[in-house]
């Protein structure tokens, strides 16, 4: 394997957990959604916190270190579109995720309070896990990623 | 020329496979997961089997048809006899299919029987999963034995 092989396999690496913790984000976020009872929203919660949330932030890191990395070795110029825009959006992915995840925490802490005081759902906790601030900020988050793939492969301005 | 130039009409292809493969591999994240933190909780089970039906199934036909597509335009143009970074790839994905059906049969029998030992194996089988499309996505990026074989 070449070096640019190698750097592009770890960066690709980087993506496939940050998208892949994402999308594993993304599901549990929606069965704690149609979720009854506060411990299972307490669990799933706490899965999002434990699986997705390494799996993102390791991806996060590695696709845009080895990402960079990749543009010196290869020759591309930070002025090509694709490539700042990509840097930029990674920015905003991050952003929006990180303050999604804030809103998921509320609702996690609650859930587990709840799951301890005789585990009955309350519509307090429901409108937290349903909160549509911190959906769509999550959600824009994946989407935001999504655009960052689109970026990557056609490569507009290249 | 360091990297491969890829002409824009293989984009689509092969952003359908790429990102089929990482929904695919998010889901099966969440599938070892669920599996494994609650193997006694009905509902999780209920989760597993429902992430496995409606996202991972999904998923791996839209990567597989990616990858099919991908396959026809590179096919005689940049190699002739498959290279070992295709056939690796063909391997986790057609033996995938098997894996997702009997992990989602297991899953639904889980769901109804709440029996523990169908959770472990959902979650075993899953995480052997997950570690076969590690390989595949190291061996089609890396070009594993070149990138004409």
Redesign the interface.
């Known amino acids: 394997?070449?070096t640019?092989?190698?750097l592009?396999?770890i960066?690709?690496?980087g993506?496939?957990l940050y998208?892949?913790?994402?999308?594993?984000a993304?599901?549990?976020n929606l069965?704690a959604w149609y979720?009854?009872?506060p411990s299972?929203i307490a669990?799933?919660l706490?899965?999002i916190s434990?699986?997705?949330v390494p799996?993102i932030g390791i991806g996060a890191v590695v696709s845009l270190v080895f990402g960079v990395w990749l543009v010196h070795?290869?020759?591309y110029s930070y002025g090509t579109f694709w490539v700042w825009a990509a840097i930029v959006l990674w920015a905003v992915a991050g952003a929006l995720g990180g303050r999604g995840g804030q809103y998921q925490s509320k609702a996690g802490v609650e859930a587990a309070r709840l799951a301890e005081a005789g585990d009955t759902m309350t519509p307090e906790l429901r409108a937290l896990v349903r909160d549509p601030v911190g959906n769509a900020l999550s959600y824009a988050s994946g989407l935001t990623l999504?655009v960052i793939?689109?970026l990557m492969?056609?490569k507009p301005g290249q | 020329m360091?990297?491969f130039l890829r002409p824009?009409s293989w984009?689509f292809p092969?952003?359908l496979h790429?990102?089929g493969?990482?929904?695919l591999?998010?889901?099966t994240?969440?599938t070892?997961?669920?599996a494994f933190?609650?193997p006694r909780?009905p509902?999780?089970a209920r989760?597993a089997f429902?992430?496995l039906l409606a996202?991972s199934i999904p998923a791996w036909v839209v990567m597989r048809i990616g990858a099919q597509w991908i396959y026809s335009k590179e096919h005689n143009v940049i190699f002739t006899k498959d290279p070992t970074w295709v056939g690796v790839g063909f391997g986790v994905a057609d033996a995938g299919l098997l894996f997702l059906l009997v992990t989602t049969g297991v899953a639904f029998w889980w769901q109804r029987s709440g029996k523990v030992v169908a959770g472990r194996i959902v979650g075993g089988l899953s995480l052997v999963y997950l570690a076969l499309l590690?390989v595949a996505?190291?061996a089609m990026?890396?070009?594993?034995g070149g990138l004409a074989g």
């Open positions: 394997m070449s640019y092989d190698w592009l396999s960066h690709i690496t993506a496939f998208v892949g913790g994402g999308a594993a993304g599901i549990l069965r979720a009854e009872r299972e669990l799933l706490r899965l434990r699986i997705a799996a070795h290869a020759g999504l793939l689109i492969i056609w | 360091i990297a824009h984009d092969l952003f790429v990102f493969a990482m929904v591999f998010g889901a994240l969440a070892v997961g669920l933190a609650g909780v509902r999780l989760s429902w992430t996202v590690v996505w190291l990026s890396g070009k594993w």
